[in-house]
């Protein structure tokens, strides 16, 4: 020891005795103990997710929009189909809430029903794509070298050729009706979800997790649906959530131009295409849907953003 | 000696989901002029939140200042607006990473980023600037400097870039460099190198260094006094002689003799610490250590200790310094 | 230092990159060495020499370029993918990154667990959920942290996590990859210290990975020191210590910060070139103060015995 020239004692509270100064050790067991409450990742999402006023504003709308268009129509004592040419164009009022277009059919029912047709167009079409885009993306990713070369250029080449052309084509060889739609919308719709599969797929494979997963004998199997995909699973919800709005946006594209579904069956888009001849005179036949298709898609967009935040805590922390 | 940056009484939380982590819960220290002061501490001591506090780095929110004072050069740096805080920046105070990869921007070439620094902060002209330039790197031991100025940072090396670093933070002469775990990521080879830069550097500019790090050896090397954090306290301070030759902290103790020496003989087993350091989100109420410390008794775990002093350099925070544990305990 | 029987004999292993350009990194450039049972051969170098490529080819998570590897006198390289997947319960890793080796979103007991179903060890649940118990208790943890999420967790007990993971199949080998460079000091002794009390307890054999000359030095029987892609100088640790032969063994223990501001004040440095050429080294780069050779022409000779050291092939 040094001589200690100067030493200033620290200041003591008064009541301390002897006994305050036993040993007692290190104690390994409150040394070691895990303080914070314990959240999986998912949930740890969730709950950020919660927290995300703009995004779960967002989730209700869609919800609300969901649940009316499932059960607005029946609310009315009107259908979708009727005609009434003696009642067309009518400013909304106490019988017909949302008026009623040219030939007299109730734009409230007609507008629930679009938006019926419209998201089921949407989420059937995201659906596809989820399965045929992880399929082939992870396939990619995953075995990499001359299979992911030969299906990437496959999928380049898809994605080249324009979209609208394909859909044209087919809905020339097809009947326009729904399916046809969704099936024009699938078929270069699955390819930005493969590219997003496969890049994360690739950045995941060489994680030290997945090979110790390889280091202990796991198979392609387990490696790709245990540990790969699960680990995706943000980006993968993420796309799912923007592509719907696309595809419903598609959809209404195509009914407007005329290739989507025909009369009497509505869609958003179909409905904003037959209220363009007189919007001028009868704006409401165009406000309702046009509002409503804006409104989905703001919702599903912001829920998309708010989904990458929560999945993503890297993003912002 | 003057010191050039007084921390007195500091604080800094972070705000998160389900509470507050408390990083730095009370920081006191000077730095001299032209001293090179460590801050030593494992992850999440609050060193290089102590650090990041002082240049202004820290968005806040989440952290906040809760109390103290930064002075520098008697100025209290809490207090300055952004717009004066990046007058200093770079200018008086510099500031070197960890991560030489990400702390050079990729698409500006090496010598433009040294220059905008000196046309910025010295109103320097752009020939001016340059001449300086080749000068510093020069300096930090980067050989064909002219050649090397007009290169990007992914033509350089791991080593190279951070002897660019410390060029760029050294290129208006500040009077502080703060340094943030600088060699963490390099080879020890490459460390070494780095060391002898900064140690160089010194002499010649006369600037005072903080050295945030966890790696006691390169404290010795360096370094004129030490402050070893633990849990965003201080728990000992002093010179570099009182550290290594009379550490007074368990803490302090125990992570020199869980450190392997190459002049020590095979078979001698390391002792550990054993443990985890404490959750600052809830801290202990007692000496942060206790849970982990050989000597702990039971006033620990119930009031955190202030200092005892040992000389004008030395100080430690522990109950096993206090005169009544002595007279419990007099065989030790 | 009395040692069992050869378990891991390395022969002119080779595992080259393919790297933009028509270029070709060798990683790995002919390297040759043997663990006898129970030994743990400590293999250094700076990052981007090689070293943790070996550990992985040696685990044929890399296919080798060329070279074997045989375990008990059984080339691993030519196994089935079946009889490899039995193989791989012999052998296991620990690897650099507690926070990159453990999966996110499995709980601590499915990633102790995996290992157990993958070779169907585990009759049941309770089984599975009573060995993952024991395993945790081995390495020092809570078993009631069992159901936890790795992020949860400090590092120094992910990679205890890590290490009862790789005892899950009761391996007889284990490349211990960088185990302690991610942790903090006063981690470090105790990881390095369960791992020297698993190996006297489970008789286990290790290959330890690290560029700290000075744990690698405390944990290891024999040293080998790897640059670019070779091993330059291979002896007993104490010996490699004592007398280091090659200019690039000499600069590293140079290198090394002492705890000791006495020590350090007299210390002379030994600079190595930094030629500021990045990762990617060429072969004719193994200039090191004190002459430059070409390495691609090197052998190792034994100087004296168990003393290897990289020399430039006569003739």
């Given at each position: 020891m040094e001589a200690n020239q100067q030493i200033k004692v620290m200041p003591s509270p008064a009541d301390l005795t002897a006994d305050d100064f036993a040993r007692i050790g290190a104690d390994e067991k409150q040394a070691e103990i895990i303080q914070r409450e314990s959240v999986s990742a998912l949930k740890d999402a969730w709950q950020r997710l919660l927290s995300n006023k703009l995004a779960m504003t967002a989730l209700f709308i869609l919800i609300a929009i969901a649940l009316m268009s499932i059960f607005g129509p029946l609310m009315s004592k009107f259908n979708y189909y009727s005609n009434d040419l003696l009642s067309g164009n009518m400013k909304p009022n106490s019988e017909h809430w949302f008026g009623t277009d040219d030939f007299g059919r109730d734009m409230f029912v007609r507008t629930w029903y679009g938006a019926r047709i419209s998201l089921v167009v949407g989420l059937v079409a995201a659906l596809i794509d989820l399965c045929i885009g992880v399929v082939y993306g992870g396939i990619m990713g995953f075995f990499g070298g001359r299979v992911d070369t030969i299906m990437n250029k496959f999928s380049e080449i898809l994605y080249a050729i324009p979209y609208l052309l394909v859909t044209i084509l087919l809905l020339v060889v097809m009947e326009p009706s729904l399916v046809t739609i969704i099936i024009a919308l699938t078929i270069t719709g699955w390819i930005n979800m493969s590219w997003i599969v496969r890049g994360e797929i690739i950045q995941l494979k060489n994680r030290e997790f997945v090979l110790a997963s390889r280091s202990m004998g796991a198979g392609s199997g387990r490696l790709l649906f245990r540990h790969l995909l699960p680990n995706a699973l943000g980006p993968i919800i993420v796309t799912v959530t923007l592509s719907v709005p696309n595809a419903i946006f598609a959809e209404a594209f195509l009914s407007f131009l005329g290739l989507g579904v025909q009369a009497p069956v509505a869609s958003l888009g179909s409905m904003i295409n037959d209220a363009l001849t007189g919007w001028l005179y009868y704006p409401w036949r165009m406000l309702f849907p046009a509002v409503l298709i804006s409104l989905i898609m703001l919702s599903f967009n912001i829920l998309g953003d708010g989904l990458r935040d929560a999945l993503d805590p890297n993003l912002k922390n | 000696m003057e010191p050039i940056l007084q921390v007195k009484d500091l604080h800094v939380s972070f705000q998160v989901k389900g509470g507050e982590v408390k990083a730095v819960r009370g920081m006191n220290f000077e730095v001299g002029k032209g001293e090179t002061v460590a801050i030593v501490g494992e992850s999440g001591s609050g060193k290089s939140v102590t650090a990041q506090t002082i240049m202004r780095l820290i968005p806040s929110p989440p952290s906040i200042v809760k109390q103290g004072e930064i002075l520098f050069q008697g100025q209290d740096i809490l207090k300055k607006s952004n717009k004066q805080m990046e007058a200093i920046r770079g200018k008086d105070i510099g500031m070197i990473f960890q991560d030489p990869m990400t702390s050079l921007n990729p698409t500006i070439r090496i010598g433009k980023q040294i220059t905008e620094v000196l046309i910025k902060?010295?109103?320097?002209?752009a020939g001016e600037a340059k001449k300086r330039a080749i000068e510093m790197l020069k300096l930090v031991g980067i050989k064909n400097a002219e050649a090397r100025f007009n290169q990007y940072p992914h033509e350089f090396s791991g080593g190279m870039r951070q002897r660019a670093m410390i060029a760029i933070a050294l290129a208006c002469r500040p009077s502080l460099l703060i340094a943030d775990e600088p060699t963490t990521a390099l080879d020890v080879t490459i460390q070494a190198q780095i060391m002898d830069v900064m140690k160089d550097m010194q002499e010649r500019l006369g600037t005072s260094i903080i050295l945030i790090t966890h790696d006691l050896g390169v404290v010795a090397g360096m370094c004129d006094r030490v402050i070893v954090m633990y849990a965003g306290e201080v728990v000992e301070s002093g010179t570099k002689w009182e550290i290594f030759k009379n550490p007074q902290h368990p803490y302090t103790k125990g992570l020199l003799r869980s450190m392997p020496r190459l002049d020590q003989k095979k078979g001698e087993p390391l002792i550990p610490i054993i443990g985890t350091p404490p959750d600052l989100i809830k801290p202990p109420i007692g000496c942060p250590f206790a849970a982990r410390c050989d000597k702990a008794m039971k006033v620990c775990e119930r009031i955190d200790p202030e200092a005892t002093v040992f000389s004008d350099t030395h100080l430690a925070r522990c109950w096993n310094l206090h005169p009544m544990a002595k007279e419990v305990h007099p065989n030790e | 230092m009395s040692k069992g029987k050869t378990l891991i004999e390395v022969e002119g292993l080779k595992k080259y990159f393919n790297v933009g350009g028509g270029g070709v990194l060798?990683?790995?450039?002919?390297i040759s060495f043997s663990i006898a049972e129970g030994e743990t051969l400590g293999l250094v170098g700076e990052s981007g020499c090689g070293k943790s490529t070996a550990g992985r080819t040696i685990l044929r998570l890399y296919e080798p370029t060329a070279g074997s590897v045989r375990f008990n006198g059984v080339?691993?390289?030519?196994?089935?993918p079946g009889k490899m997947k039995a193989m791989r319960r012999d052998m296991q890793m620990i690897f650099q990154d507690p926070y990159a080796s453990l999966n996110p979103r499995f709980t601590v007991t499915d990633i102790i667990g995996e290992a157990l179903d993958i070779h169907k060890m585990a009759g049941s649940r309770k089984e599975r959920k009573k060995r993952v118990e024991e395993l945790l208790d081995m390495v020092g943890l809570n078993p009631d942290h069992a159901t936890r999420y790795p992020h949860e967790f400090s590092g120094g007990q992910r990679q205890r996590i890590g290490i009862a993971r790789a005892l899950a199949v009761n391996p007889k080998f284990i490349i211990?990859?960088?185990?302690?460079?991610?942790?903090d000091v006063s981690i470090q002794a105790q990881v390095v210290n369960l791992l020297e009390d698993l190996q006297n307890r489970l008789g286990l054999t290790y290959l330890f990975i690290a560029h700290d000359l000075s744990m690698v030095k405390h944990i290891s029987d024999r040293v080998a020191v790897m640059y670019l892609g070779r091993i330059v100088e291979l002896a007993e640790s104490e010996e490699l210590y004592a007398n280091p032969l090659h200019p690039y063994t000499k600069t590293l223990l140079s290198a090394i910060p002492i705890p000791d501001p006495e020590i350090e004040a007299n210390k002379k440095r030994i600079i190595h070139e930094d030629h500021g050429n990045g990762p990617i080294h060429t072969d004719k780069d193994a200039s090191v103060s004190g002459g430059t050779y070409d390495l691609e022409n090197s052998e190792l000779v034994e100087v004296s015995k168990g003393h290897f050291v990289s020399m430039p092939k006569k003739g």
């Amino acid at each position: 020891m040094e001589a200690n020239q100067q030493i200033k004692v620290m200041p003591s509270p008064a009541d301390l005795t002897a006994d305050d100064f036993a040993r007692i050790g290190a104690d390994e067991k409150q040394a070691e103990i895990i303080q914070r409450e314990s959240v999986s990742a998912l949930k740890d999402a969730w709950q950020r997710l919660l927290s995300n006023k703009l995004a779960m504003t967002a989730l209700f709308i869609l919800i609300a929009i969901a649940l009316m268009s499932i059960f607005g129509p029946l609310m009315s004592k009107f259908n979708y189909y009727s005609n009434d040419l003696l009642s067309g164009n009518m400013k909304p009022n106490s019988e017909h809430w949302f008026g009623t277009d040219d030939f007299g059919r109730d734009m409230f029912v007609r507008t629930w029903y679009g938006a019926r047709i419209s998201l089921v167009v949407g989420l059937v079409a995201a659906l596809i794509d989820l399965c045929i885009g992880v399929v082939y993306g992870g396939i990619m990713g995953f075995f990499g070298g001359r299979v992911d070369t030969i299906m990437n250029k496959f999928s380049e080449i898809l994605y080249a050729i324009p979209y609208l052309l394909v859909t044209i084509l087919l809905l020339v060889v097809m009947e326009p009706s729904l399916v046809t739609i969704i099936i024009a919308l699938t078929i270069t719709g699955w390819i930005n979800m493969s590219w997003i599969v496969r890049g994360e797929i690739i950045q995941l494979k060489n994680r030290e997790f997945v090979l110790a997963s390889r280091s202990m004998g796991a198979g392609s199997g387990r490696l790709l649906f245990r540990h790969l995909l699960p680990n995706a699973l943000g980006p993968i919800i993420v796309t799912v959530t923007l592509s719907v709005p696309n595809a419903i946006f598609a959809e209404a594209f195509l009914s407007f131009l005329g290739l989507g579904v025909q009369a009497p069956v509505a869609s958003l888009g179909s409905m904003i295409n037959d209220a363009l001849t007189g919007w001028l005179y009868y704006p409401w036949r165009m406000l309702f849907p046009a509002v409503l298709i804006s409104l989905i898609m703001l919702s599903f967009n912001i829920l998309g953003d708010g989904l990458r935040d929560a999945l993503d805590p890297n993003l912002k922390n | 000696m003057e010191p050039i940056l007084q921390v007195k009484d500091l604080h800094v939380s972070f705000q998160v989901k389900g509470g507050e982590v408390k990083a730095v819960r009370g920081m006191n220290f000077e730095v001299g002029k032209g001293e090179t002061v460590a801050i030593v501490g494992e992850s999440g001591s609050g060193k290089s939140v102590t650090a990041q506090t002082i240049m202004r780095l820290i968005p806040s929110p989440p952290s906040i200042v809760k109390q103290g004072e930064i002075l520098f050069q008697g100025q209290d740096i809490l207090k300055k607006s952004n717009k004066q805080m990046e007058a200093i920046r770079g200018k008086d105070i510099g500031m070197i990473f960890q991560d030489p990869m990400t702390s050079l921007n990729p698409t500006i070439r090496i010598g433009k980023q040294i220059t905008e620094v000196l046309i910025k902060h010295q109103k320097m002209s752009a020939g001016e600037a340059k001449k300086r330039a080749i000068e510093m790197l020069k300096l930090v031991g980067i050989k064909n400097a002219e050649a090397r100025f007009n290169q990007y940072p992914h033509e350089f090396s791991g080593g190279m870039r951070q002897r660019a670093m410390i060029a760029i933070a050294l290129a208006c002469r500040p009077s502080l460099l703060i340094a943030d775990e600088p060699t963490t990521a390099l080879d020890v080879t490459i460390q070494a190198q780095i060391m002898d830069v900064m140690k160089d550097m010194q002499e010649r500019l006369g600037t005072s260094i903080i050295l945030i790090t966890h790696d006691l050896g390169v404290v010795a090397g360096m370094c004129d006094r030490v402050i070893v954090m633990y849990a965003g306290e201080v728990v000992e301070s002093g010179t570099k002689w009182e550290i290594f030759k009379n550490p007074q902290h368990p803490y302090t103790k125990g992570l020199l003799r869980s450190m392997p020496r190459l002049d020590q003989k095979k078979g001698e087993p390391l002792i550990p610490i054993i443990g985890t350091p404490p959750d600052l989100i809830k801290p202990p109420i007692g000496c942060p250590f206790a849970a982990r410390c050989d000597k702990a008794m039971k006033v620990c775990e119930r009031i955190d200790p202030e200092a005892t002093v040992f000389s004008d350099t030395h100080l430690a925070r522990c109950w096993n310094l206090h005169p009544m544990a002595k007279e419990v305990h007099p065989n030790e | 230092m009395s040692k069992g029987k050869t378990l891991i004999e390395v022969e002119g292993l080779k595992k080259y990159f393919n790297v933009g350009g028509g270029g070709v990194l060798k990683a790995v450039n002919d390297i040759s060495f043997s663990i006898a049972e129970g030994e743990t051969l400590g293999l250094v170098g700076e990052s981007g020499c090689g070293k943790s490529t070996a550990g992985r080819t040696i685990l044929r998570l890399y296919e080798p370029t060329a070279g074997s590897v045989r375990f008990n006198g059984v080339d691993i390289n030519t196994l089935s993918p079946g009889k490899m997947k039995a193989m791989r319960r012999d052998m296991q890793m620990i690897f650099q990154d507690p926070y990159a080796s453990l999966n996110p979103r499995f709980t601590v007991t499915d990633i102790i667990g995996e290992a157990l179903d993958i070779h169907k060890m585990a009759g049941s649940r309770k089984e599975r959920k009573k060995r993952v118990e024991e395993l945790l208790d081995m390495v020092g943890l809570n078993p009631d942290h069992a159901t936890r999420y790795p992020h949860e967790f400090s590092g120094g007990q992910r990679q205890r996590i890590g290490i009862a993971r790789a005892l899950a199949v009761n391996p007889k080998f284990i490349i211990c990859d960088e185990p302690i460079s991610a942790l903090d000091v006063s981690i470090q002794a105790q990881v390095v210290n369960l791992l020297e009390d698993l190996q006297n307890r489970l008789g286990l054999t290790y290959l330890f990975i690290a560029h700290d000359l000075s744990m690698v030095k405390h944990i290891s029987d024999r040293v080998a020191v790897m640059y670019l892609g070779r091993i330059v100088e291979l002896a007993e640790s104490e010996e490699l210590y004592a007398n280091p032969l090659h200019p690039y063994t000499k600069t590293l223990l140079s290198a090394i910060p002492i705890p000791d501001p006495e020590i350090e004040a007299n210390k002379k440095r030994i600079i190595h070139e930094d030629h500021g050429n990045g990762p990617i080294h060429t072969d004719k780069d193994a200039s090191v103060s004190g002459g430059t050779y070409d390495l691609e022409n090197s052998e190792l000779v034994e100087v004296s015995k168990g003393h290897f050291v990289s020399m430039p092939k006569k003739g």
